[in-house]
């Protein structure tokens, strides 16, 4: 069975709390960040609350949010 790729909803009576999410507000141009599948990389620009251009070296990708995968070094 294939892993799905969305997000999981948090349940409001659900007694786990729910999983902090990097938002965009986190993140900034300039900042390097490390991303699970491409690696090292800079933020070279940022669409509103939308998705992160990032510059991995070898190629410059558009990250969208929820940014789980993604970390700021």
Known sequence: M???TAPRRH???SPFKAKATPRIEDFVVGDRVCHD???LGRIVAA???IA???DF???QL???S???RMHKL
């Open 47 to 49: 669409e509103y609350d």
């Open 37 to 39: 599948q491409y690696g």
């Open 62 to 64: 558009r990250i969208t």
């Open 11 to 13: 349940l409001p009576n």
């Open 52 to 54: 992160l251009h990032v």
């Open 2 to 4: 294939p892993k799905s």
């Open 57 to 59: 070296g070898d190629r």
């Open 66 to 68: 929820p940014y789980a």
